[in-house]
């Protein structure tokens, strides 16, 4: 199993993953290997200490690859144990914690998993402008 770590770079992420042949480091990939990678993941692990809407936690879900997330991941875009998974600490022991139980527990993988790609059609495009062009012909109509 690789751990990929994707994102601007880091000096201090390029010293400790240097000698490490497990670890694959992708500072400013572009937006096709990032996909790429997300893809094909078993999971996205997200400690972030601020996210306002956390395009990454959504693409995760797209790809039916379950995100391990933050407390700063908004409640309403990820509910633990359903579509992913939350982490209430930006403790590393504790990431390793929830990825060990995801990755251990196949019937809460698969649960997850299906539940992500279930809840990513609520962000579908077409079907949001549909519900704008609605209330504006209804608001226009009165």
């Not at 601007?8 to 010293?15: L, M, Q, R």
């Not at 997330?69 to 144990?81: D, H, Q, W």
């Not at 998993?113 to 226009?140: G, P, Q, V």
């Amino acid at each position: 199993m690789e751990l990929a770590i994707v994102g601007s770079y880091s000096k201090e992420v390029e010293e400790v993953s240097m000698d490490k042949d497990f670890v694959r480091v992708l500072f400013n990939a572009d937006e096709r290997t990032k996909l790429e990678v997300l893809c094909s993941a078993k999971a996205l692990i997200l400690p972030s200490s601020g996210e306002a809407f956390p395009f990454t936690t959504l693409e995760a879900m797209a790809c039916g690859t379950p995100p391990i997330v933050s407390g700063a991941v908004p409640e309403e875009v990820l509910i633990n144990g359903v579509n992913g998974i939350r982490v209430n600490s930006l403790n590393p022991i504790d990431y390793a914690n929830a990825l060990e139980r995801l990755l251990n527990n196949e019937e809460l993988w698969i649960s997850i998993s299906r539940n992500s790609r279930e809840f990513i059609k609520n962000f579908d495009h077409i079907k949001i402008a549909s519900n704008y062009l609605d209330i504006i012909t209804r608001i226009i109509e009165k």
